[in-house]
DNA sequence: CCTCCACCGGAACGTGAGGAGT
DNA sequence: ACTCCTCACGTTCCGGTGGAGG
């Protein structure tokens, strides 16, 4: 026993009734069993799959869709099946996962493919053409077919579209074994960037994956809330509201996952027996401030320097700044701080773009005679945006610059 | 009705980092 | 190793603007 009387520290969040049963199932890394409305996408990539299990290549496929509209839950749904019922009838079929967002040179995706196959290949050192060569020769010893799905693909297409053609036009180059693609991407537009060539090869078969309505991801979240949370830990509302606010953001599952993996989380945190609508709410909260937490931390300094100015004048009761009384705090502060401020022409744009990412609103007033400028106000939270800010070393001796200016703002 | 404030925002240009080609 | 090209970030210069006050 501890100091503390009970057992370990651990046993009050190891306690048995526990309202997940296993969270896992409510990752988004998680690819489930069954994958509701989604049956007439499942079909087509299996009917253009199906070649592979005759031994013949399957055409290549392109699938296209918003974020959390099922396309990588179904992409490895069904090569997961493929590799079993081919496994079951003696055609060996391989299938590869790619995410082109970690993976993003053709040097890193070949060699990632040719450890998949047993050929260690250096993370660096070797010239791009000897890895492919190696990656040839790894697969094509044996009579295969071999699937290659490259998740977001439009990130890999940014670096050039080298890879992509020396993957398209490979199977020329085989004997035994064969290779077809399947290609992931959000940005419908992404193929415009490519060699016609690659284009045309890719996109034998394209396939568009519709955001899910209200109702479907209702159904998508009671399928894995079966599994993943004792029963009757839910009230009735969450799960519908859980779609709600998902369907709103342009039907995304990940972000209805989210928000409900969340919103239990939250629940078994306070020790509640049952996870409620609040829960729920707290969850797009918190959702929402990660991600403003997550856009202000990666801002470039001058930004950060530039939201800290709106953030002072806010807390010194200024709402609704001008530019000109913004751009004169943020010169004070960069002397502050021992950085060459810009110019007021550049901090015009840094305040759009800090506008169109939603941390700052920036309206255009006309003052008449006292001229025309914008006003600007923060929306987001004060205190939280100003502790975000003061984290980022730079910033950091500005602690106590709050207070000097803060106390000559009461005269 | 005209002025003129205090800034907006387009255009052109400069600069350094990083990647591709050779 | 070298040049060449592109791209993001910034600066300089400047024409434009809606309405309070004269």
């Known amino acids: 026993m501890n100091p503390n009387g009970s057992g370990s520290i651990f046993d009050e969040f190891l ?4 309202i997940f049963l296993n969270k896992e199932v409510l990752r988004h890394s998680y690819t489930p069993d069954y994958l509701p409305h989604r049956d007439e996408q499942i079909r087509s990539i299996a009917a253009i799959l199906s070649p592979a299990l005759r031994g013949e290549t399957p055409s290549n496929i392109l699938i296209y869709g918003k974020t959390g509209t099922g396309k990588t839950a179904v992409a490895r749904y ?5 590799e079993n019922v081919g ?15 970690i993976i993003d040179t053709q040097y890193r995706v070949l060699a990632n493919l040719s450890k998949y196959f047993n ?5 660096t050192g070797w010239p791009t053409d000897q890895v492919y060569q190696e990656f040839k020769n790894a697969i094509d ?50 193929t415009e960037y490519l060699d016609p060539r690659v284009r045309s090869s890719l996109g034998e078969e394209e396939i568009v994956f519709p955001p899910y309505d209200a109702q479907q991801l209702r159904d998508i979240l009671e399928e894995r809330a079966k599994l993943g949370f004792r029963d009757g830990v839910l009230e009735d509302g969450v799960i519908p509201l859980c779609a ?20 239990g989380e939250l629940a078994e945190r306070e020790g509640a027996e049952k996870v409620t609508e609040r829960h729920v709410r707290l969850a797009q909260e918190k959702i929402e401030i990660d991600r403003i937490v997550e856009v202000i931390k990666t801002l470039p300094m001058h930004s950060k320097v ?17 530019s000109g009384e913004v751009y004169r705090v943020y010169k004070e502060i960069c002397r502050e701080i021992g950085i060459e401020p810009l110019t007021p022409r550049r901090i015009t744009d840094l305040i759009s773009e800090l506008d169109m990412l939603g941390i700052i609103n920036a309206t255009i007033v006309n003052k008449g005679r006292y001229g025309r400028t914008k006003e600007i106000t923060l929306s987001v939270p004060l205190e939280s945006t100003k502790s975000v800010l003061l984290s980022d070393y730079r910033l950091s001796n500005l602690k106590d610059f709050t207070q000097k200016l803060s106390v000559q703002s009461h005269f």
């Open 119 to 123: 050929r260690e290949v250096p993370m």
């Open 78 to 82: 069904v090569g997961k099946e493929l």
């Open 306 to 322: 530039l939201l800290y100015s709106v953030v002072f004048l806010e807390s010194s009761n200024v709402r609704g700044a001008t």
């Open 244 to 263: 709600a606010f998902a369907a709103q953001e342009h039907g995304d599952a990940r972000r209805a996952l989210d928000l409900l993996r969340i919103a």
């Open 141 to 190: 010893r044996h009579r295969a077919v071999i699937i290659i799905i490259l998740d977001e693909i439009d990130k890999l297409v940014k670096k050039g579209d080298e890879v992509l053609y020396n993957l398209s036009r490979i199977n020329s180059e085989l004997d035994n074994a064969k290779v077809s693609l399947i290609g992931i991407s959000n940005d419908l537009k992404f």
């Open 87 to 101: 496994r079951n009838r003696n055609v060996p079929c391989h299938v590869v996962y790619l995410n082109c967002e």
């Open 15 to 18: 306690n048995a009734n526990s």
